[in-house]
């Protein structure tokens, strides 16, 4: 049929739509709008990463911008978008700015945000093909070429056909992963019981607990990463179907657990392998640091989040399989959208592909970044930042007054100020730092508690970053250290 | 601090970030590569809902456009964003295109699209206040706002602080009230017996599966809702915690359960009382239909998704509670995001807002929404598209070639063409004329299993459609069909 869709009624009131042919022209001047707000927004924060003042004040910026919630009568869309992007904007933490710096929180490539428009517009929906013919086969295409870098490396046999299932972010890459486990097993009647170790991201806890598998069973990880000794007495003791689940890049330290000998470890004691890698896996692009990731290949399921070191907005998350039939427990048929006669007759079951239903195409932004940068750019980012994290290490070790916790693997850095003659500063004086750079709206760093004291975390994720911004900081943390101490001492 | 951001080096190789000062820049003429290959790829589908060909052939166009996925050497933003975008746009089934009407796949509002643009840019995540600080006060008055429609009718006492979770969609809040059902129940250690109807969202099943819990007890639902005496009997036989899910508007014809009755026999048997509203809830915004949620305001949970009748971009999910105090289950402490001196210090604790980490503020576009239309805008959609759901049954009530399943509630009509001489044509053909539309490109209508017999579905979202181009999709079925009746017939 080939009746073309009217544009809209001259004079409507109906307001319009982002798809059909005229959506382009409808978005433009909104568009428009939006990049103007969050360019005065972010003026407005006056060159911080974040808003001065803290949650009270904020919260009060935000209600003044935001209320009334739901008028009776609209605003229209320039006034509703001016007034709320442009209050969202200055009262960001902008991982754009070199000195927001804490979290896993990275700032998205231009590209990557641009791209992420075109799925927002187009709405597809990945529960069945007739809601997204092209998103489907390019999800299908894009999935499969990253696990096949996951399980490039892969002894013959191990790695058939590999697959990956796009998840919110690595917390729900670790569920399904756990889900998975579960499943494989589910014949036999037990429950899993995953091993873990304290350094292991809260997420897989928290899966097991939704699960309701029992409780994991932690490891100590004194060095930060999984003890292997004992992991093998865990291993030993334990009966019942297992689940390792290791660590490429800690979310504290950016630490990678010994991979090749956890491997070992599972296959002598038949024990399933999942890797966590949401913070270390685009190592793979680099030809430098991708043998850091020896043993990744033997895992049944990696956990990868390319919203942390692959610069995607959220979300854009991936559990990897060696192979396509290992996600058969996902299975699920809901009539009206995957009937068996339907799919007889050759329409792609798309139902299994996630525990959602209604699915939004992340991939697109994923695979034009793929193509925009190439594994080299990839690679060269990924390299830079690393190297970054080591110039860093270096100039918080020569700082008479800072002290480093170790050299880092990823760009992970943690540290903590020294009191006056070197005498260490309590745990109380380091939040402190951290809590006044966030209500000064100065910095945005993290925080994480190693080998039983707490530290200053600055997680290294935007490429713009230069050694001078980061000198800049540490000079801050000096001072405010010096003054907290002050304040804290009797005059 | 307030260094400046400085801006990008100059002939610098690294690519732009969406964030930052200079973001709003870079995203530019990204933005307008963007809408340019989304006017292009729409006009590629020459007036079609969706690609012509069927699965093999846009799977074919797509792999032509898309490889190599991961390119040695980046193809650059411009050449990546338009060889996908425009792929993704001409292969897509477009839900602005009035005769996309199969699913409750909606066709955004160009305001929400570009809302949603400026979430990706600022990518703040909600799991801790340092990621996302206006973004976490937004979502907080926003939830509480929406929360307060739905239990605006509620009894006193019934919804002391009324609130609510924001989810992926409908699947994942039905989980949640399921996983929050199982929760209240743990200390007594017992899992709680889910009870559904025959026409219940399959995502409710599933998320028992998930969760570890028995497998629902089915109520047959004959006249497409819950059949009152059989859930009676049901939950006077079964023990234990049980929890009914009601539906306030099925996939399957947009039909209401009697809430009120059933909120009473849960009253009486002291179950927990779900609704699944994901299709029905913005019912609440039109004065003349807000009575056809009589009752919701007595549930437990309400599960609403504005990226059904609420015209969202995926994804804009909801979980509605009565109390805050309710989502008490989902506390979860990771000291790198919510440490306990930090929340005593007042920074606001976000992670139990979520099963996810990393999360995104979907909420932004649903209050730019709210603003941009207010009440009375969203209710005139809302009783616009119900009231063309009535106009288009009535037409095929009138038509002497097709049969109408039942006079809508909603927006979902079901009807199928009938042979020559009035007699019923078989199932197989129903389902061969969706299928056929399909593989033509010319409509995208679902399909349904309702009173035994297969049905066409029409799930009108889009405000758009006309009356005209709903009369050319039934004279396109009607034909459709005679075409596949007589090539059936033997020569």
């Known amino acids: 049929?080939?009746?073309?869709?009217?544009?809209?009624?001259?004079?409507?009131?109906?307001?319009?739509?982002?798809?059909?042919?005229?959506?382009?022209?409808?978005l433009r001047p909104l568009v428009a709008t939006v990049l103007?707000?969050?360019?005065?927004?972010?003026?407005?924060?006056?060159?911080?990463?974040?808003?001065?003042?803290?949650?009270?004040?904020?919260?009060?910026?935000?209600?003044?911008?935001?209320?009334?919630?739901?008028?009776?009568?609209?605003?229209?869309?320039?006034?509703?978008?001016?007034?709320?992007?442009h209050s969202m904007a200055a009262g960001a933490a902008d991982p754009g700015h070199p000195l927001c710096a804490a979290h896993l929180h990275t700032p998205p490539l231009a590209v990557a945000v641009a791209a992420d428009l075109a799925a927002s517009a187009l709405n597809q929906s990945l529960d069945s093909w007739d809601q997204a013919p092209a998103a489907a086969a390019l999800e299908a295409l894009v999935t499969r070429a990253l696990a096949a870098e996951v399980y490039r490396a892969a002894t013959p046999?191990?790695?058939?056909?590999?697959?990956?299932?796009?998840t919110t972010g690595g917390t729900e890459s670790n569920q399904l992963?756990?889900?998975?486990?579960?499943?494989?097993?589910?014949?036999?009647?037990?429950?899993?019981?995953v091993v873990t170790g304290e350094h292991t991201h809260h997420s897989v806890t928290?899966?097991?607990?939704?699960?309701?598998?029992?409780?994991?069973?932690?490891?100590?990880?004194?060095?930060?990463?999984?003890?292997?000794?004992?992991?093998?007495?865990?291993?030993?003791?334990?009966?019942?179907?297992?689940?390792?689940?290791?660590?490429a890049g800690t979310t504290d330290t950016g630490a990678i657990d010994p991979l090749p000998a956890i491997a070992d470890l599972c296959a002598r004691h038949g024990a399933r392998f999942h890797v966590d890698a949401a913070y270390g896996a685009p190592l793979l692009f680099s030809?430098?640091?991708?043998?850091?990731?020896?043993?990744?290949?033997?895992?049944?399921?990696?956990?990868?989040?390319?919203?942390?070191?692959?610069?995607?907005?959220?979300?854009?998350?991936?559990?990897?399989?060696?192979?396509?039939t290992l996600l058969a427990p996902l299975e699920h048929t809901a009539d009206y959208l995957n009937a068996d006669d339907?799919?007889?007759?050759?329409?792609?079951?798309?139902?299994?592909?996630?525990?959602?239903?209604?699915?939004?195409?992340?991939i697109l932004k994923i695979a034009v970044t793929l193509r925009a940068l190439g594994r080299t750019g990839l690679g060269a980012l990924v390299d830079h930042l690393c190297d970054s994290a080591q110039e860093l290490a270096e100039a918080i070790a020569k700082h008479p007054r800072l002290e480093l916790y170790e050299t880092p693997t990823l760009t992970t850095v943690l540290f903590r100020p020294t009191g006056p003659g070197d005498t260490p500063l309590p745990d109380t004086t380091v939040a402190a730092v951290r809590r006044t750079l966030l209500t000064e709206g100065a910095a945005v760093l993290g925080r994480a508690r190693a080998g039983g004291r707490l530290w200053l975390k600055t997680t290294l994720l935007n490429p713009h970053t230069t050694p001078d911004d980061l000198g800049a900081l540490l000079t801050r943390v000096e001072r405010l250290a010096d003054t907290l101490v002050e304040g804290s001492t009797p005059r």
């Open 1 to 26: 049929m080939t009746t073309p869709p009217h544009p809209p009624t001259p004079g409507s009131s109906l307001p319009p739509l982002a798809g059909g042919t005229h959506g382009p022209d409808a």
């Open 36 to 85: 103007d707000a969050l360019a005065s927004g972010a003026a407005e924060r006056r060159g911080r990463p974040l808003p001065a003042g803290g949650p009270e004040a904020t919260a009060a910026h935000v209600l003044a911008a935001a209320t009334p919630v739901l008028p009776e009568h609209g605003a229209g869309a320039g006034e509703a978008l001016t007034a709320l992007v």
């Open 157 to 166: 046999g191990h790695a058939p056909s590999p697959d990956a299932l796009v």
């Open 177 to 193: 992963a756990l889900l998975l486990a579960r499943e494989a097993h589910a014949r036999t009647g037990g429950g899993v019981q």
């Open 206 to 247: 928290r899966a097991a607990w939704l699960l309701g598998l029992p409780e994991p069973v932690t490891v100590p990880a004194p060095g930060g990463t999984l003890d292997l000794a004992a992991l093998d007495d865990a291993l030993t003791t334990l009966r019942g179907p297992l689940l390792v689940a290791a660590t």
């Open 287 to 324: 030809p430098r640091r991708a043998h850091l990731l020896d043993g990744l290949a033997r895992a049944h399921t990696v956990t990868l989040d390319l919203h942390k070191l692959g610069w995607q907005p959220v979300a854009a998350g991936l559990l990897a399989v060696p192979d396509t």
């Open 342 to 362: 339907d799919t007889e007759a050759g329409l792609p079951d798309l139902l299994g592909r996630s525990l959602r239903t209604t699915r939004r195409p992340d």
